[in-house]
C-alpha cells in the first residue's frame, strides 16, 4: 500500500526562538590555565574511552566560540488542499486537510565566520502531521486512511549565508512515531503498527525587515508503517505494510526573533 500525497500549495510558517543567556566573560583576574602539553601516553581507561583527554580539553574552548546559543523553536505548516473528488461519481467531492506542527530546541554551529558563512544545523523536538478525507454517506473511507502521526524528531542539516540577509539551506530529519493515528484503529482501519518517518528538504529564504522573512522551500516526506494482520484480533482491514508519501514545494512566510 503507497500513499503518494503531491502538494504545491502556498503554506503559512511561523518561526520564533529566544536565544539563552550567554555566559559571563572570564575575569581578567583570573585567566583561565591553558592545559600543558605532555609527552604521557593516553591510559587504558581513556583508549577505552575513545578519548584521549590532551587533546579533548584544548578543543571545549574552541567548540563553545562557535556554537550559537540554543533556541526553543516552532513550526507551523497548513498547506491548502482542493476538494477530492470520487472516482465512481466526480460530482462528489470530499473535504481534504492537512496540518503539521513541530517544535523544540534548535542549535546553528558556525564553521566560518565570513561570508558565505556556512553553519552546521541540529535540532531535535516533537511534531505532530495529519491529513485527511472526507468520509461517504456510511462514514467509510473513499481514499487512504486518515493519519495523525505524532512522533519525536531528529535533523541536521547545513545552511549557507551567501549574504547576512539571504541563505540557502538544507536538512534531514528522522522521525521517532509514538501514534500514527486513525489508520491504526484496529476495528476500522489496519490496526497497531510499527513506524517510522524521514523527511528531506531544503530551501532559500531571505530577510525582508527585522527578522520578517520570505523564502520557497522543496520537501520529500515519507513515513513507512509495518501492520500485524495475523494478530489475535483480526483488524478491519488487511494489508502488511504501507507506506505513505508527501512531496511538492511551498512558499514561506515567517518572523524570527
Not at 33 to 61: K, V
Not at 172 to 200: C, M, N, Q, S, W
Not at 214 to 222: H, K, Q, T, V, W
Request: charged letters at 15%; hydrophobic letters at 45%.
Amino acid at each position: 500500500m503507497t500513499i503518494p500525497r503531491i502538494a504545491v500549495a502556498a503554506l503559512l510558517a511561523a518561526a520564533c526562538g529566544r536565544p539563552a543567556a550567554a555566559p559571563p566573560a572570564p575575569s581578567a583576574a583570573s585567566p583561565s590555565p591553558s592545559p600543558s602539553p605532555s609527552s604521557a601516553a593516553p591510559t587504558a581507561a581513556e583508549r577505552a574511552a575513545g578519548m584521549d583527554t590532551r587533546i579533548a580539553l584544548p578543543l571545549l574552548p574552541m567548540m563553545a566560540e562557535h556554537l550559537m546559543p540554543s533556541r526553543i523553536g516552532a513550526t507551523v505548516d497548513k498547506p491548502f488542499w482542493p476538494d477530492s473528488t470520487s472516482k465512481q461519481d466526480p460530482a462528489m467531492k470530499f473535504g481534504t486537510s492537512e496540518l503539521r506542527v513541530e517544535g523544540g530546541l534548535r542549535w546553528r554551529i558556525v564553521l566560518y565566520k565570513a561570508v558565505p558563512r556556512p553553519q552546521l544545523l541540529i535540532q531535535a523536538g516533537g511534531g505532530l502531521h495529519s491529513f485527511a478525507i472526507g468520509k461517504d454517506a456510511m462514514g467509510a473511507d473513499v481514499g487512504p486512511a486518515d493519519v495523525s502521526y505524532k512522533y519525536a524528531t531528529f535533523g541536521a542539516g547545513l545552511r549557507v549565508h551567501f549574504a547576512e540577509w539571504a541563505w540557502i539551506w538544507a536538512m534531514f530529519d528522522y522521525h521517532v512515531v509514538f501514534d500514527p493515528g486513525p489508520i491504526a484503529d484496529l476495528v476500522a482501519e489496519y490496526g497497531p503498527a510499527k513506524t517510522f518517518g524521514i523527511r528531506v528538504r531544503g530551501g532559500l529564504d531571505f530577510l525582508v525587515y527585522k527578522g520578517f522573512k520570505i523564502g520557497a522551500e522543496g520537501l520529500y516526506e515519507r513515513f513507512s508503517l509495518t501492520f500485524n494482520p495475523a494478530s489475535a484480533v483480526p483488524p478491519g482491514k488487511i494489508a502488511n505494510s504501507g507506506t505513505d508519501q508527501y512531496f511538492g514545494g511551498v512558499i514561506v512566510v515567517g518572523y524570527v526573533l
